[in-house]
């Protein structure tokens, strides 16, 4: 996030997209909420009618995928009306022509054509973002899970630097991270081709701060991404693989094929805190602390580094992952050095300028914000304050539409799009282990419109197949205008009807992140089960 969360709550106009807020961030949600409460304007851009939409002024329902023609298509009109922050461009970007140029072929009804969204919508879009700022644009997979992902946050990144909200408070392009230590993962360079604090791998001057301050020589190679590592197993240039707190059977797309990448491994270590689907494939297991039991830090979505501390006691031997890849490291011949998390936190935190005013005392209480690189820095709240970018300028990226990797025909005809619901997390490796969460939602559904629904006979409760090219699973169907017509929906969460086993395997060419969010499937009524016979939905969904 450019921004923080508490400045949602204070903004004047939130523009809202591939983003449902308040099932996959509940808590961050109420900081928007109270911002409509305020008198703020809220735009949700969502295929689906989420629950977020009660508290917008407009919802666009936008056709999953055609996000950047959608984004180019304001732009355009924006620019038309003269909405655009002229003062902003000249002084704090670069490129606004070729990115004027660029749009240019996104009239109004080229971009409702491609996106669905009536001609007079986009007109009355782009005329509420010229006319309240700053407005806060936030999003999460809905924009990142597609072969377009990385054009897609560039487009945004467009959006707001022509509109001059970034480097404002309340403004700023916000990705709401998955889970509430991606960021921190990130941070500390849990990425192929970065250090800890995003210093590059391939920069021979911090390879060389690296290699002395860890007194071994390392390559300055960009290593592999998760679907370059499947792919290496399969080849045999991949010989182990060693997962750490991730059910990978269920969190990848085409889970068939990752299920055959993981028979075919030669050496599989797992690292987790309960057996799922991954475990069984592993040939050795490594108990691992849960997020309760673990002292250290976590850095959450606004980049906030916040000390954690155990407030159980680690099951049976499990142990922290500092501890076993210290113990690995010895028995291969190089002792890290690591005898706490304090330890590794501190080592970390001494190669790393953004970290580098961030005290493990510092923030015994309360967490600070990255950038914060001296012991009196008070931490930043919000970047490129005053349109001051690390590049220097901000840069505009002519960007063009893209369509999906895989869309409906006559024998797939229906889209689906995945994500995630408020009652479970993730794979369920920890909530499927909760009672009580199985007994508000045990069973996953399929959202069919009921156009879709009524032309192949289906009622809510029904049992449907559903199938790609990939794979099927047998679920219950929920027929419901959330999802528009043509389009279904279901979340990853169930391992007996996961929506990975539809989903493909295509990916971002430069994140190299899966297009979750679009393919084509078809629908058949199934016998593989009794129908339920009364309406069988989400409670606090199921609500006006």
Partial sequence: MTNSIKELENARLLFVIGSNTTEAHPVISYFMKRATRKGAKMIVNDPRRIDLCRWADRHVRIKPGTDVAYLNGLMREIIAIGGQDQEYIANHTEGFEELRKSVDGYTLERTSEITGVPV????EVARTLSEIKPASVVYTLGITEHICG???????????????????YAGGVNPLRGQNNVQGACDM????????????????????KFEKAWKVGLSDKI????????????????????IMGENVVMTEPNAGHTKKCLEECEFLVVSDI?????????????PDLCWAEE???????????????PALKGAGESKSNWW???????????DMGFTSSRVTYEEMRSLTPSYGGITWERIADVGLQW???????PGTEFLHVGGKFTRGKGLFAAIEYRPPAELPDAEYPLLLTTGRRLWHYHSGTQTHNSEGMDNLFGEELMEISPADAQRLGVKTGDWVRAKSRRGEIVLRAWVTDRSPEGVCWTSFHFAKACGNELTIDAFDPISQTAEYKVCAIRIEKSADGEPLGSTRVPVRQARP
């Fill in 120 to 123: 007079e919508t986009i007109r």
């Fill in 150 to 168: 990385v054009d897609n946050v560039r487009s945004l990144a467009n959006l707001q630097m022509l509109l001059g909200n970034v480097g404002v």
């Fill in 189 to 208: 360079g849990a990425l192929p081709n970065v250090y800890s604090g995003y210093q590059r791998v391939n920069d021979l001057a911090i390879k060389d």
């Fill in 223 to 242: 290593g592999l991404t998760i679907p370059q590592m499947f792919n290496g197993i399969k080849d045999h240039s991949v010989k182990a693989f060693y």
């Fill in 274 to 286: 309960f057996y799922n689907e991954t475990v069984s494939y592993a040939h050795v297991v490594f």
């Fill in 295 to 309: 002292d250290g830090t976590f850095t959450n979505t606004e980049r906030r580094v916040q000390r954690v501390r």
């Fill in 324 to 334: 076993v890849l210290n113990e690995l490291g010895k028995r291969i011949g190089y």
């Fill in 371 to 377: 950038p914060c690189p001296t012991t009196d820095h």
